[in-house]
């Protein structure tokens, strides 16, 4: 009888699925950058003996474990939306067609329909360019700390709405729209920022430009729902505000799974565990 573990190795975290004795589903996560503790948990679980891989960082991951266990690897994408599916059957949401946006490092865009599935689109824009940015704005490296003090700024005094421009007039569009993420500071003589607000705001940019780009998605495929994963959403819980407010008020329907960070590794999981029963 085989014990299996599905691994989603990314650009900044490394994620781990696999049953416990209860087959209960139990997930765990090291940084990319010290794979060596992937090999260290394996040591300690040697009952494990079959691994499910995925993720961009797949090759490398291979590298540090030789010539421990067999390895059954399955494309990120693949995985992705495998872990979906699965993920949202256990949670009794019955989406079969739907926008499916991965916010990693970067984001990735996918359009679900039923059991078929292609990646539709993407940005650059990430959990790294929250991180990158916030690092170079405000010294801030950790994305506890980053998420913390963002969830207490205020983004007004940077951001520059729709009504900020449009004053005395009518509207074209809801004047709570960003018109310019970041677009007071260039028209603003004052320039003191708190880090808190900063934080905020460049929260605010990192969700609008990947909901903007998911509703268009969206709009394109007649999707109604836009299901949003990836560990940035990790308790964070400013960004999944600016997220699900945006694509309300476009009209679409937010959903955020429960375990958003795992689905590759879930897909690995249950992939390694299908091979090993053919
Ligand atoms: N403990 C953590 N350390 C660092 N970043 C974290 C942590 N928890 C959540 N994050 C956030 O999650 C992001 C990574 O998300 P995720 O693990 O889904 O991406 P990835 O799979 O590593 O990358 P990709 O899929 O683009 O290759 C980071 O950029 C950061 O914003
Ligand atoms: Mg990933």
């Known amino acids: 009888m085989s014990t299996w573990i599905g691994i989603d190795t990314g650009g900044t975290l490394t994620k781990l699925a696999y049953l416990d004795e209860n087959k209960e589903l139990k997930l765990t ?3 990319s950058t010290d794979m060596h503790l992937v090999k260290e948990w394996l040591e300690q ?3 494990v003996d079959e691994i ?7 090759e490398q991951l291979r590298d540090v474990l030789y010539p421990m266990k067999s390895i059954e690897y399955i494309v990120e994408f693949e995985a992705t939306l495998k872990g ?13 067609q739907s926008i499916i946006t991965n916010i990693g490092t970067g984001t990735s865009v996918h359009y679900m329909d039923g059991n078929s599935h292609v990646r539709v689109g993407g940005t650059g824009i990430g959990g790294g360019t929250l991180i990158g940015l916030s690092t170079i704005m ?18 007004a005094g940077i951001d520059l709405l729709v009504k900020d421009i449009y004053q005395g007039m009518d509207m074209p569009i809801s004047g709570d729209l960003t018109a ?12 003191n920022y708190e880090t808190s607000d900063i934080l905020a705001t460049v929260q605010g940019l990192v969700g609008e430009v990947i909901t903007t780009l998911s509703i268009q998605l969206a709009e394109h495929h007649q999707a109604e729902h ?42 690995a999981l249950l992939n390694v565990m299908e091979y090993s029963k053919r």
């Open 84 to 96: 979906v599916r699965y993920l949202l059957e256990q949670e009794g949401q019955s989406i079969h």
């Open 29 to 31: 996560v090291f940084p």
């Open 180 to 191: 310019s993420n970041f677009g007071k500071v260039g028209i603003t003589d004052e320039h």
């Open 138 to 155: 405000t010294g801030i490296t950790d994305f506890g700390e980053i998420k913390n003090r963002a969830s207490d700024g205020n983004r």
């Open 52 to 58: 499910g891989l995925t993720g961009g960082r797949t």
């Open 45 to 47: 679980h040697p009952h």
């Open 226 to 267: 836009i299901v949003y994963i990836g560990s940035t959403l990790t308790d964070n819980e400013q960004l999944k505000k600016v997220i699900e407010h945006y694509t309300i008020l476009k009209k679409h329907k937010p959903v955020f799974l429960q375990d958003y960070g795992y689905c590759g590794a879930v897909g």
